[in-house]
């Protein structure tokens, strides 16, 4: 079980000690930070509240009678400490990386837990990620352990994590949910789940001073063309901050301004913010966007954690079986993109279900909201609608409700040669490029960080997103537009083309191609564009995933692409049909 390879310590890493004094003073007085992180939230909620589900999950490939897994606060917090000795044991230390790539089971939220239960950093990957982007994140971010499961959606993660593994000299250990034996990988059925490693050695001794929420605790890669990618550096505060500032919005006809302290600081209106002992429900969150993904952990891990409430989610996309789940499991709030939020009111309009629990459906993210949607959602869900602007650097970042987007309390945002830029409580401790040294932001930049998004200036302290990191669409993947439309252009049975986001609760945010056949009678496949593109010199994590072909692309009156109306047209195209199975990398 061994990779051979040099050991070496940690990388060195800011934490939330970066920042001035003074400022964490305000956002602490503000509510946004705070002493303790989400390891002491499942230690307080499994003491006043053992029973209480703290995730419920649906698993499709189950029997049909053992596909909800409830997993209690209880349990979680024995298997939180239980995956932390393990961890130890495998020689996992502070500020180690250790990579997740799960699909949406519960046992990727607690291993998050136990990371930050002994101080570690969580590295999440998508489950579509293949072997070469693999390689080049657990390579960037020199993780020291590894967790896949054996095989997911026919791909077998063990077998590829094997073979990368002796040009891995960081990882230490690869750990595989499953069937272990064939590749020689630690079995996590039999060593982190069935294993009392916290009545052993590495488990007597687990300081909460560990677990402190200034720490590092979230390393997120972003892939850009050819050396350019990235990574941004989260704490539990910076990752706190977000949820924590948009539960100070009032509902409707509640009063008080946002802002003004008048409510829980992570309830929004639901008893019991963290630190209660209340038996009231405090929250019922849930999101279909894959675990490994930042808006998923921030909703449907972290928020219910610190509000003392459940995360629901579901590994196998069925909008159906996921209205079912927020039916039985009572969900009061949910977060969806608007493309999963579509094929959601398509299958609530087949097949009625009782959603009269949900209060609040969020929506957008990185991707823009089409302007019938929250009329739509109002009418067939009866919920509040909440458009939502977030980023890997900023987190949770901005709401509108229709009438303009604007910064979550303690955020600043700025214009620096059109593109916006944003520092306060939610922005990471850290963004760096590939070769780059890491610095702090606030050391660096006076806290402040680049989106990469196109703005124009709005009211004072608030501007409006325009455009997405020039143009570039992706999930974990920051996929070049120009540089992929330009490459479509150049086969030749290709007449125009354009790349546009979709969404995919498998795999995250993907491209779409759309394009103009030259000639419609013999129009080009999607294999037969991909292979193209690899030929041309693209990654495989910018090929576009899915094809739309058309007679014709939208334009203004002066001929500029309308990308807008493509984006609306995908989100509409067949709402609650399945999709065709997006291609995923070899």
Known sequence: ????????????????????????????????????????????????????????????????????????????????????????????????????????????????????????????????????????????????????????????????????????????????????????????????????????????????????????????????????????????????????????????????????????????????????????????????????????????????????????????????????????????????????WSELLAAQRQERRDVSGLRLALTGGRVDTPPALPGDLRAELGVRVRDVWGSPEAGLGALSDGSGERPLPGLEVALRNGRLAVRGPSVATASWRHGEPVTAAWERSDGWLDTGDAALPGRPGEVTVVGRADERTGGLFVVPVDALEAALRSHPRVGEAAVVEYTDATYGEMPCAVVVPALQEEPPGLVELREHLSRAGLTEAFLPTRLELVGSLPRDTQGRLRKEALRTWLTRLRPGTPRPRPVAPD
């Open 1 to 340: 079980m061994d990779v051979t390879g040099r050991d070496a310590g940690p990388v060195p890493l800011p934490d939330g000690s970066s920042v001035p004094a003074a400022v964490a003073g305000r956002w602490r007085a503000a509510g946004l930070w705070r002493a303790e992180g989400f390891v002491h939230d499942v230690l307080r909620t499994a003491a006043a509240h053992p029973d209480r589900p703290a995730f419920v999950g649906h698993r499709a490939h189950l029997p049909p009678d053992r596909r909800t897994v409830t997993v209690s606060y209880a349990r979680l917090a024995l298997c939180m400490d239980r995956f932390a000795a393990a961890l130890r044991s495998l020689g996992v230390g502070e500020n180690d990386p250790v990579a997740v790539q799960l699909p949406n089971w519960w046992e990727a939220a607690a291993l998050a837990l136990a990371c930050w239960r002994i101080g570690a950093v969580v590295v999440p990957v998508l489950p579509g990620v293949r072997a070469p982007d693999l390689e080049r994140i657990l390579a960037d971010t020199r993780a020291r352990v590894c967790v896949v499961p054996d095989r997911w959606e026919e791909y077998g993660h063990a077998e590829v994590l094997a073979e990368l593994a002796h040009r891995l000299p960081w990882l230490r250990r690869r750990v595989v949910v499953g069937d272990a034996g064939p590749t020689g990988a630690v079995d996590f059925g039999t060593y982190f789940l069935r294993t009392a490693h916290e009545r052993g050695p590495h488990g007597r001794d687990l300081p909460l001073s560990l677990a402190t929420p200034d720490r590092p605790a979230l390393l997120l890669t972003v892939m850009g063309m050819g050396e350019d990618h990235g990574a941004v550096l989260h704490t539990a505060n910076t990752l706190y901050a977000g949820f924590a500032a948009q539960s100070r919005e009032p509902e409707p006809g509640a009063g008080g301004e946002p802002g003004d302290g008048s409510r829980g600081a992570v309830g929004e209106g639901c008893a019991g913010a963290p630190g209660t002992t209340s038996g009231a429900v405090t929250g019922v969150f849930a999101t279909p966007l894959p675990l490994t993904s930042l808006a998923s952990l921030l909703y449907s891990v972290c928020w219910p954690l610190a509000a003392g409430g459940t995360g629901v989610f579901q590994d196998v996309w069925d909008p159906r079986v996921f209205l079912g789940l927020v039916e039985s499991a009572g969900v009061d709030r949910v977060y969806a993109t608007p493309a999963l």
